[in-house]
Protein backbone atom coordinates (compact mmCIF):
# COMPACT_ATOMS: atom_id res chain seq x y z
CA UNK A 1 0.00 0.00 0.00
CA UNK A 2 1.67 3.28 -0.77
CA UNK A 3 0.88 6.54 1.34
CA UNK A 4 1.90 10.13 0.82
CA UNK A 5 2.32 12.51 3.25
CA UNK A 6 2.79 16.51 2.95
CA UNK A 7 6.13 18.06 4.76
CA UNK A 8 8.24 20.61 4.86
CA UNK A 9 11.33 21.55 5.42
CA UNK A 10 14.28 24.45 4.94
CA UNK A 11 17.33 24.82 2.38
CA UNK A 12 19.51 27.72 3.38
CA UNK A 13 16.72 30.31 4.93
CA UNK A 14 13.96 29.31 2.24
CA UNK A 15 11.21 26.78 3.20
CA UNK A 16 9.84 24.34 0.35
CA UNK A 17 7.20 21.57 0.58
CA UNK A 18 8.06 18.31 0.46
CA UNK A 19 6.37 14.69 -0.14
CA UNK A 20 7.16 11.80 1.96
CA UNK A 21 6.14 8.70 0.03
CA UNK A 22 5.65 5.57 2.01
CA UNK A 23 5.04 2.02 -0.28
CA UNK A 24 4.62 -1.16 1.86
CA UNK A 25 4.84 -4.73 -0.15
CA UNK A 26 4.89 -7.86 0.30
CA UNK A 27 7.99 -8.99 -0.11
CA UNK A 28 11.60 -10.23 2.10
CA UNK A 29 11.99 -7.47 4.66
CA UNK A 30 14.06 -4.44 3.84
CA UNK A 31 14.06 -0.38 3.85
CA UNK A 32 15.24 1.43 0.95
CA UNK A 33 15.64 5.37 1.26
CA UNK A 34 15.62 7.89 -1.96
CA UNK A 35 15.28 10.93 -2.33
CA UNK A 36 18.62 12.69 -1.58
CA UNK A 37 18.74 11.76 2.10
CA UNK A 38 21.66 12.87 4.36
CA UNK A 39 22.69 10.63 6.74
CA UNK A 40 20.40 12.44 9.26
CA UNK A 41 17.35 11.80 6.82
CA UNK A 42 18.66 7.96 6.50
CA UNK A 43 19.14 6.94 10.02
CA UNK A 44 15.33 8.39 10.46
CA UNK A 45 14.04 4.73 9.63
CA UNK A 46 15.32 3.85 13.46
CA UNK A 47 14.53 6.20 15.25
CA UNK A 48 10.81 5.87 13.90
CA UNK A 49 10.99 2.03 14.22
CA UNK A 50 11.91 2.39 17.83
CA UNK A 51 9.08 5.62 18.31
CA UNK A 52 6.39 3.23 16.71
CA UNK A 53 6.94 0.18 18.65
CA UNK A 54 7.50 2.16 21.79
CA UNK A 55 4.05 4.61 21.10
CA UNK A 56 2.21 1.12 20.84
CA UNK A 57 1.96 0.50 16.56
CA UNK A 58 3.09 -2.61 14.66
CA UNK A 59 6.18 -2.16 12.32
CA UNK A 60 5.49 -3.73 9.21
CA UNK A 61 7.82 -6.76 8.45
CA UNK A 62 7.53 -6.37 4.53
CA UNK A 63 9.48 -4.48 1.98
CA UNK A 64 9.24 -0.84 2.47
CA UNK A 65 10.41 1.70 0.12
CA UNK A 66 10.64 5.25 1.57
CA UNK A 67 11.00 8.60 -0.92
CA UNK A 68 11.51 11.66 0.25
CA UNK A 69 10.40 14.14 -3.49
CA UNK A 70 11.42 16.22 -5.22
CA UNK A 71 14.44 14.21 -5.71
CA UNK A 72 16.59 17.08 -6.62
CA UNK A 73 16.90 18.79 -3.33
CA UNK A 74 19.44 17.43 -0.35
CA UNK A 75 17.24 16.19 2.40
CA UNK A 76 18.74 17.57 5.39
CA UNK A 77 18.10 16.92 9.40
CA UNK A 78 15.28 15.16 11.74
CA UNK A 79 12.48 17.05 10.49
CA UNK A 80 11.11 14.45 8.19
CA UNK A 81 10.62 11.74 11.16
CA UNK A 82 7.08 12.57 11.58
CA UNK A 83 5.92 12.76 7.92
CA UNK A 84 7.92 9.17 7.81
CA UNK A 85 6.61 7.59 10.62
CA UNK A 86 2.97 8.75 9.34
CA UNK A 87 3.71 7.05 6.45
CA UNK A 88 4.16 4.27 7.55
CA UNK A 89 1.59 3.82 9.57
CA UNK A 90 -1.11 5.12 6.80
CA UNK A 91 0.68 2.48 4.63
CA UNK A 92 0.16 -0.36 7.12
CA UNK A 93 -3.27 0.56 7.64
CA UNK A 94 -2.81 1.59 11.28
CA UNK A 95 -4.07 4.91 10.12
CA UNK A 96 -6.75 5.73 8.08
CA UNK A 97 -7.56 9.88 8.11
CA UNK A 98 -8.87 12.38 5.57
CA UNK A 99 -6.92 14.85 6.77
CA UNK A 100 -3.53 13.23 5.74
CA UNK A 101 -3.85 15.78 2.57
CA UNK A 102 -4.64 18.56 4.13
CA UNK A 103 -2.27 18.51 7.34
CA UNK A 104 1.35 18.91 6.18
CA UNK A 105 4.08 17.68 9.23
CA UNK A 106 7.39 17.84 10.57
CA UNK A 107 9.26 17.08 14.03
CA UNK A 108 12.21 14.79 15.07
CA UNK A 109 11.55 11.69 17.06
CA UNK A 110 12.74 10.52 20.17
CA UNK A 111 12.58 6.51 20.80
CA UNK A 112 10.14 6.56 23.20
CA UNK A 113 7.57 8.57 20.56
CA UNK A 114 7.64 12.08 21.73
CA UNK A 115 8.33 15.00 19.56
CA UNK A 116 11.66 17.35 19.56
CA UNK A 117 11.70 20.87 18.06
CA UNK A 118 13.30 21.18 14.27
CA UNK A 119 15.30 23.87 12.65
CA UNK A 120 13.96 26.52 10.12
CA UNK A 121 10.02 25.74 11.31
CA UNK A 122 9.20 29.45 10.26
CA UNK A 123 10.44 28.85 6.90
CA UNK A 124 8.49 25.54 6.70
CA UNK A 125 5.27 27.02 7.68
CA UNK A 126 5.71 29.98 5.25
CA UNK A 127 6.02 27.34 2.45
CA UNK A 128 3.00 25.18 3.54
CA UNK A 129 0.79 28.54 3.41
CA UNK A 130 2.04 29.20 -0.08
CA UNK A 131 1.05 25.50 -0.90
CA UNK A 132 -2.27 26.04 -0.26
CA UNK A 133 -2.43 23.43 3.14
CA UNK A 134 -4.65 23.79 5.65
CA UNK A 135 -2.69 23.33 8.81
CA UNK A 136 1.04 22.72 9.50
CA UNK A 137 1.90 19.57 12.19
CA UNK A 138 4.62 20.82 14.21
CA UNK A 139 6.25 20.06 18.12
CA UNK A 140 5.01 21.95 20.34
CA UNK A 141 8.41 23.61 20.92
CA UNK A 142 7.73 25.14 17.60
CA UNK A 143 4.25 25.75 17.88
CA UNK A 144 4.80 29.63 18.60
CA UNK A 145 7.35 29.84 16.09
CA UNK A 146 5.47 28.54 13.02
CA UNK A 147 2.21 30.23 15.05
CA UNK A 148 2.97 33.73 14.15
CA UNK A 149 2.14 32.80 10.20
CA UNK A 150 -1.59 33.84 9.49
CA UNK A 151 -3.75 32.08 7.56
CA UNK A 152 -2.42 28.54 8.64
CA UNK A 153 -3.74 26.45 11.00
CA UNK A 154 -0.69 25.07 13.57
CA UNK A 155 -1.30 21.98 15.23
CA UNK A 156 1.45 21.93 18.60
CA UNK A 157 2.10 18.08 19.28
CA UNK A 158 4.17 16.30 21.92
CA UNK A 159 4.71 12.82 20.71
CA UNK A 160 3.44 11.01 17.63
CA UNK A 161 0.46 9.14 19.82
CA UNK A 162 -0.65 13.04 19.69
CA UNK A 163 -0.37 13.80 16.18
CA UNK A 164 -2.17 10.10 15.55
CA UNK A 165 -4.79 10.79 17.38
CA UNK A 166 -5.67 14.46 15.45
CA UNK A 167 -5.72 13.73 12.53
CA UNK A 168 -7.86 10.35 13.31
CA UNK A 169 -10.03 12.85 14.82
CA UNK A 170 -9.99 11.23 18.20
CA UNK A 171 -8.19 14.35 19.71
CA UNK A 172 -8.90 17.63 19.47
CA UNK A 173 -5.96 19.87 19.48
CA UNK A 174 -7.16 23.86 18.99
CA UNK A 175 -4.60 25.95 16.39
CA UNK A 176 -1.93 27.53 18.52
CA UNK A 177 -3.79 31.50 18.65
CA UNK A 178 -0.74 34.10 18.25
CA UNK A 179 -1.51 37.89 19.53
CA UNK A 180 1.08 38.59 17.14
CA UNK A 181 0.84 42.35 18.12
CA UNK A 182 1.33 42.09 21.81
CA UNK A 183 4.02 39.69 21.49
CA UNK A 184 5.75 41.96 18.89
CA UNK A 185 5.12 44.94 21.52
CA UNK A 186 6.63 43.17 24.64
CA UNK A 187 9.26 41.80 22.54
CA UNK A 188 10.45 44.88 21.39
CA UNK A 189 12.03 46.70 24.65
CA UNK A 190 15.54 47.20 24.98
CA UNK A 191 17.24 46.60 28.16
CA UNK A 192 20.01 49.17 27.39
CA UNK A 193 20.29 52.78 27.11
CA UNK A 194 21.93 55.67 25.66
CA UNK A 195 21.72 57.48 28.88
CA UNK A 196 23.45 55.34 30.78
CA UNK A 197 27.07 56.04 29.06
CA UNK A 198 28.90 58.83 30.60
CA UNK A 199 30.83 61.88 28.53
CA UNK A 200 31.43 60.60 25.25
CA UNK A 201 28.94 63.12 23.67
CA UNK A 202 30.94 63.60 19.99
CA UNK A 203 30.73 59.75 19.72
CA UNK A 204 27.09 59.83 20.85
CA UNK A 205 26.49 62.54 17.97
CA UNK A 206 28.32 60.33 15.43
CA UNK A 207 26.27 57.29 16.11
CA UNK A 208 23.26 59.47 15.96
CA UNK A 209 24.52 60.50 12.27
CA UNK A 210 24.44 56.75 11.67
CA UNK A 211 22.04 55.42 12.84
CA UNK A 212 19.59 58.45 10.75
CA UNK A 213 21.44 57.64 7.70
CA UNK A 214 22.59 53.98 7.73
CA UNK A 215 26.46 54.58 7.78
CA UNK A 216 28.97 51.98 9.04
CA UNK A 217 31.31 53.57 11.76
CA UNK A 218 34.63 52.43 12.87
CA UNK A 219 35.50 53.79 16.56
CA UNK A 220 39.78 53.64 17.08
CA UNK A 221 39.85 54.53 21.19
CA UNK A 222 42.07 53.23 24.48
CA UNK A 223 40.95 50.57 26.15
CA UNK A 224 37.63 51.08 28.78
CA UNK A 225 36.56 54.16 26.65
CA UNK A 226 33.68 53.40 26.31
CA UNK A 227 33.49 51.76 22.71
CA UNK A 228 31.86 48.09 23.23
CA UNK A 229 29.27 50.49 25.83
CA UNK A 230 28.52 52.70 22.68
CA UNK A 231 28.19 49.98 20.02
CA UNK A 232 25.93 47.58 22.32
CA UNK A 233 23.21 51.01 22.65
CA UNK A 234 23.33 51.48 19.19
CA UNK A 235 20.08 49.32 17.60
CA UNK A 236 18.18 51.13 20.79
CA UNK A 237 18.45 53.96 18.55
CA UNK A 238 17.28 52.51 15.21
CA UNK A 239 14.23 53.14 14.09
CA UNK A 240 11.87 50.19 15.87
CA UNK A 241 11.31 46.96 13.54
CA UNK A 242 8.44 46.68 11.80
CA UNK A 243 6.58 43.22 11.18
CA UNK A 244 7.74 42.25 8.17
CA UNK A 245 11.88 43.40 8.90
CA UNK A 246 11.10 41.09 12.31
CA UNK A 247 9.38 37.93 10.10
CA UNK A 248 12.89 37.96 8.10
CA UNK A 249 15.25 38.02 10.43
CA UNK A 250 13.03 35.56 12.65
CA UNK A 251 13.39 33.04 9.56
CA UNK A 252 17.01 33.74 9.83
CA UNK A 253 17.34 33.00 13.34
CA UNK A 254 14.73 30.33 13.03
CA UNK A 255 17.12 28.06 9.98
CA UNK A 256 19.64 28.26 12.44
CA UNK A 257 18.47 27.32 15.50
CA UNK A 258 18.80 30.11 17.35
CA UNK A 259 15.10 30.87 18.16
CA UNK A 260 14.63 30.17 22.53
CA UNK A 261 12.12 27.37 23.73
CA UNK A 262 8.48 28.86 23.55
CA UNK A 263 10.03 31.94 21.16
CA UNK A 264 7.76 33.15 18.60
CA UNK A 265 9.32 36.22 16.60
CA UNK A 266 12.45 38.36 17.48
CA UNK A 267 11.21 42.14 18.29
CA UNK A 268 14.41 43.99 18.81
CA UNK A 269 17.06 44.76 16.38
CA UNK A 270 19.98 42.31 16.66
CA UNK A 271 23.15 42.48 17.77
CA UNK A 272 26.03 40.32 16.91
CA UNK A 273 29.84 40.12 17.97
CA UNK A 274 31.59 37.71 16.58
CA UNK A 275 35.47 36.47 18.05
CA UNK A 276 38.54 37.34 15.82
CA UNK A 277 39.19 33.99 15.66
CA UNK A 278 35.86 33.36 13.37
CA UNK A 279 36.57 32.31 9.96
CA UNK A 280 35.17 32.80 6.55
CA UNK A 281 32.60 30.44 6.50
CA UNK A 282 31.19 31.79 10.19
CA UNK A 283 31.23 35.22 8.59
CA UNK A 284 29.43 35.94 6.04
CA UNK A 285 28.12 32.10 5.74
CA UNK A 286 29.39 28.53 4.04
CA UNK A 287 29.10 24.79 4.26
CA UNK A 288 28.50 22.37 1.44
CA UNK A 289 25.17 23.13 2.11
CA UNK A 290 25.29 26.67 2.62
CA UNK A 291 23.92 28.24 5.65
CA UNK A 292 23.58 31.89 7.34
CA UNK A 293 26.85 33.69 9.02
CA UNK A 294 26.99 36.43 11.04
CA UNK A 295 26.43 39.16 8.96
CA UNK A 296 22.84 37.33 7.81
CA UNK A 297 22.45 36.92 11.83
CA UNK A 298 22.81 40.89 11.72
CA UNK A 299 20.58 41.61 9.45
CA UNK A 300 18.37 44.57 9.81
CA UNK A 301 20.52 45.28 12.98
CA UNK A 302 24.24 45.38 14.28
CA UNK A 303 27.50 44.04 13.39
CA UNK A 304 30.04 44.96 16.02
CA UNK A 305 33.91 43.64 15.15
CA UNK A 306 35.85 44.35 18.47
CA UNK A 307 39.36 44.63 17.85
CA UNK A 308 39.58 44.83 14.43
CA UNK A 309 43.15 44.37 13.48
CA UNK A 310 43.25 41.15 15.18
CA UNK A 311 40.03 39.23 12.23
CA UNK A 312 42.30 37.90 9.85
CA UNK A 313 42.64 39.75 6.92
CA UNK A 314 41.22 37.63 4.01
CA UNK A 315 38.37 37.29 6.55
CA UNK A 316 37.43 40.79 6.43
CA UNK A 317 37.23 41.10 2.85
CA UNK A 318 34.70 39.16 2.31
CA UNK A 319 32.66 41.64 3.83
CA UNK A 320 32.79 44.19 0.99
CA UNK A 321 29.75 42.28 -1.22
CA UNK A 322 27.52 42.92 2.35
CA UNK A 323 28.40 46.08 2.67
CA UNK A 324 27.97 47.26 -0.92
CA UNK A 325 25.03 45.09 -1.86
CA UNK A 326 23.42 44.57 1.62
CA UNK A 327 23.15 40.86 0.54
CA UNK A 328 25.64 37.44 0.41
CA UNK A 329 26.03 35.48 -2.65
CA UNK A 330 27.67 31.75 -1.91
CA UNK A 331 28.26 30.12 -4.47
CA UNK A 332 28.60 26.28 -4.90
CA UNK A 333 28.91 23.22 -7.39
CA UNK A 334 25.37 21.89 -7.57
CA UNK A 335 23.44 25.30 -6.21
CA UNK A 336 24.07 29.02 -5.11
CA UNK A 337 21.98 30.19 -2.21
CA UNK A 338 22.01 34.25 -1.66
CA UNK A 339 21.43 35.92 2.25
CA UNK A 340 20.54 39.01 2.85
CA UNK A 341 23.07 40.86 5.10
CA UNK A 342 21.73 44.68 5.55
CA UNK A 343 23.46 45.84 8.29
CA UNK A 344 24.81 48.92 10.44
CA UNK A 345 28.49 48.10 10.71
CA UNK A 346 30.47 49.02 13.53
CA UNK A 347 34.13 48.34 14.51
CA UNK A 348 36.62 49.35 16.95
CA UNK A 349 39.97 48.82 17.54
CA UNK A 350 43.19 50.57 19.51
CA UNK A 351 45.42 53.33 18.21
CA UNK A 352 48.38 50.78 18.91
CA UNK A 353 49.03 47.40 19.68
CA UNK A 354 49.42 48.40 23.57
CA UNK A 355 46.61 50.43 23.14
CA UNK A 356 47.43 53.57 24.61
CA UNK A 357 48.92 55.39 22.05
CA UNK A 358 46.26 58.68 22.62
CA UNK A 359 45.76 58.01 26.51
CA UNK A 360 47.16 61.28 28.57
CA UNK A 361 47.16 58.60 31.13
CA UNK A 362 49.45 55.49 30.11
CA UNK A 363 52.55 56.09 28.63
CA UNK A 364 52.78 54.36 24.73
CA UNK A 365 55.65 51.87 24.52
CA UNK A 366 55.09 51.20 20.88
CA UNK A 367 57.38 51.88 18.31
CA UNK A 368 56.23 53.55 15.02
CA UNK A 369 56.52 50.61 13.21
CA UNK A 370 54.64 48.86 15.32
CA UNK A 371 51.58 51.02 14.93
CA UNK A 372 51.97 51.10 11.35
CA UNK A 373 52.29 47.20 11.26
CA UNK A 374 49.18 46.67 13.29
CA UNK A 375 46.78 49.23 11.45
CA UNK A 376 48.06 47.99 8.13
CA UNK A 377 45.91 45.13 8.91
CA UNK A 378 42.72 46.98 7.84
CA UNK A 379 42.99 46.94 3.99
CA UNK A 380 42.47 50.05 2.52
CA UNK A 381 39.68 48.83 0.22
CA UNK A 382 37.51 47.83 3.40
CA UNK A 383 38.32 51.49 5.33
CA UNK A 384 37.09 53.14 2.61
CA UNK A 385 33.63 51.56 3.09
CA UNK A 386 33.45 52.45 6.38
CA UNK A 387 31.55 55.99 6.34
CA UNK A 388 32.52 57.13 9.71
CA UNK A 389 35.54 57.05 11.37
CA UNK A 390 36.10 58.63 14.54
CA UNK A 391 38.56 58.91 18.11
CA UNK A 392 36.78 57.81 21.40
CA UNK A 393 38.90 59.38 24.31
CA UNK A 394 39.48 58.20 27.84
CA UNK A 395 36.26 59.12 29.61
CA UNK A 396 37.68 61.79 32.08
CA UNK A 397 36.73 61.28 35.73
CA UNK A 398 34.89 64.04 35.98
CA UNK A 399 32.09 62.56 33.29
CA UNK A 400 32.68 59.24 35.39
CA UNK A 401 31.50 60.50 38.49
CA UNK A 402 28.90 62.76 36.92
CA UNK A 403 25.09 62.34 38.04
CA UNK A 404 23.50 63.65 35.02
CA UNK A 405 22.03 61.94 32.76
CA UNK A 406 23.07 62.65 28.75
CA UNK A 407 20.47 62.06 26.19
CA UNK A 408 17.85 59.17 26.16
CA UNK A 409 17.78 56.05 23.72
CA UNK A 410 14.05 57.35 23.27
CA UNK A 411 15.35 60.67 22.67
CA UNK A 412 17.60 60.09 20.08
CA UNK A 413 15.36 57.51 18.42
CA UNK A 414 13.09 60.23 17.37
CA UNK A 415 16.17 62.49 15.60
CA UNK A 416 16.76 59.38 13.83
CA UNK A 417 13.34 58.49 12.49
CA UNK A 418 12.54 62.23 11.59
CA UNK A 419 15.75 61.97 9.51
CA UNK A 420 15.07 58.35 7.59
CA UNK A 421 11.46 60.23 7.00
CA UNK A 422 12.81 62.82 4.85
CA UNK A 423 15.13 60.33 3.48
CA UNK A 424 12.26 58.00 2.69
CA UNK A 425 10.47 60.54 1.43
CA UNK A 426 13.11 61.86 -0.45
CA UNK A 427 14.37 58.26 -1.97
CA UNK A 428 11.00 56.61 -2.09
CA UNK A 429 10.64 55.53 -6.30
CA UNK A 430 13.83 55.53 -7.04
CA UNK A 431 15.03 51.97 -6.99
CA UNK A 432 17.98 50.53 -4.75
CA UNK A 433 19.15 47.17 -3.56
CA UNK A 434 15.45 46.07 -2.50
CA UNK A 435 14.84 47.81 0.54
CA UNK A 436 11.58 48.97 1.42
CA UNK A 437 12.77 52.17 3.73
CA UNK A 438 15.86 53.54 1.59
CA UNK A 439 18.65 55.55 3.26
CA UNK A 440 21.00 58.09 2.47
CA UNK A 441 23.87 55.54 2.80
CA UNK A 442 22.23 53.40 -0.22
CA UNK A 443 22.42 56.62 -2.59
CA UNK A 444 23.89 56.03 -5.51
CA UNK A 445 26.42 58.03 -7.51
CA UNK A 446 23.56 59.31 -9.48
CA UNK A 447 21.38 60.10 -6.49
CA UNK A 448 24.23 61.80 -5.25
CA UNK A 449 25.28 63.93 -7.85
CA UNK A 450 21.31 64.98 -7.90
CA UNK A 451 20.32 65.17 -4.37
CA UNK A 452 23.54 66.48 -2.83
CA UNK A 453 24.49 69.83 -4.32
CA UNK A 454 27.02 72.15 -2.55
CA UNK A 455 27.31 75.98 -2.79
CA UNK A 456 30.45 77.50 -3.49
CA UNK A 457 32.04 77.85 -0.42
CA UNK A 458 31.32 74.00 0.28
CA UNK A 459 32.95 72.98 -2.99
CA UNK A 460 35.63 74.63 -1.88
CA UNK A 461 35.78 73.01 1.19
CA UNK A 462 34.73 69.55 -0.27
CA UNK A 463 37.96 70.27 -2.75
CA UNK A 464 40.41 71.24 -0.43
CA UNK A 465 39.85 68.04 1.92
CA UNK A 466 39.64 65.83 -0.83
CA UNK A 467 43.04 66.73 -1.83
CA UNK A 468 44.47 67.18 1.96
CA UNK A 469 43.09 63.85 3.23
CA UNK A 470 43.78 62.13 -0.10
CA UNK A 471 39.65 60.73 -0.32
CA UNK A 472 39.25 58.24 -3.00
CA UNK A 473 35.91 58.72 -5.28
CA UNK A 474 34.23 56.16 -3.26
CA UNK A 475 35.29 58.50 -0.24
CA UNK A 476 33.95 61.81 -1.84
CA UNK A 477 30.21 60.38 -2.13
CA UNK A 478 30.38 58.93 1.28
CA UNK A 479 31.18 62.74 2.55
CA UNK A 480 28.56 63.92 0.66
CA UNK A 481 25.80 61.41 1.99
CA UNK A 482 27.12 62.00 5.53
CA UNK A 483 26.74 65.56 5.19
CA UNK A 484 22.82 64.99 3.93
CA UNK A 485 22.34 62.65 6.84
CA UNK A 486 23.64 65.53 8.88
CA UNK A 487 21.38 67.53 7.03
CA UNK A 488 18.37 65.66 7.35
CA UNK A 489 18.49 65.98 11.35
CA UNK A 490 18.85 69.10 11.46
CA UNK A 491 15.77 69.17 9.22
CA UNK A 492 17.72 71.39 6.70
CA UNK A 493 16.15 71.39 2.28
CA UNK A 494 19.93 72.32 1.95
CA UNK A 495 23.26 71.00 2.65
CA UNK A 496 25.19 74.03 4.51
CA UNK A 497 28.94 74.72 5.36
CA UNK A 498 28.82 73.48 8.74
CA UNK A 499 27.14 69.98 7.76
CA UNK A 500 29.69 69.59 5.05
CA UNK A 501 32.24 70.69 7.54
CA UNK A 502 30.89 67.94 9.98
CA UNK A 503 31.19 65.51 7.48
CA UNK A 504 34.68 66.01 6.83
CA UNK A 505 35.75 65.72 10.46
CA UNK A 506 34.17 62.12 10.25
CA UNK A 507 37.11 60.97 7.86
CA UNK A 508 40.13 62.20 8.91
CA UNK A 509 41.12 59.47 10.04
CA UNK A 510 41.35 58.22 6.64
CA UNK A 511 44.92 59.69 6.96
CA UNK A 512 45.47 59.25 10.41
CA UNK A 513 45.21 55.22 10.20
CA UNK A 514 48.29 54.95 8.03
CA UNK A 515 50.54 58.01 8.96
Known amino acids: ?19 VEVDIRHGMPSIITVGLPDAAVKEAKDRVESALRNSGYQWPSDRITINYAPGDIRKEGPAFDLPTALGMLAASGQLDSERLADFAATGELALDGTLRPVRGCLAAAMAVRADGRRGFIVPAANGNEAGVVAGLDVIPVGSLTEAVGFLSGQLPIEPTAIDLDTIFDESSRYDLDFADVRGQE ?31 RL ?20 SVGLMRPGQSILGTRPFRSPHHTISHAG ?3 GGSVPTPGEVSLAHNGVLFLDELPEFDKK ?36 PCPCGYLTDPRHECRCTPRQIQAYMGRISGPLLDRIDIHIEVPAVAYRD ?51 LCKLDDRSETLLKQATQELGLSARAHDK ?27 YRRLDRNLFA
Open 479 to 505: VLRLARTIADLDNAPDIAMHHLSEAIQ
Open 1 to 19: MLAKIPSASVVGIEGYMAT
Open 315 to 350: TLEVLRQPLEDGLVSIARVHSSMTFPARISLVAALN
Open 202 to 232: SAKRALTVAAAGGHNVIMVGPPGSGKTMLAR
Open 283 to 285: LVG
Open 235 to 254: PTILPKLSLEESLETTRIYS
Open 400 to 450: LRSTRDGASSAELRDQVVRARTLQHERLSGRGGNGQAARTNATMSHREVKQ
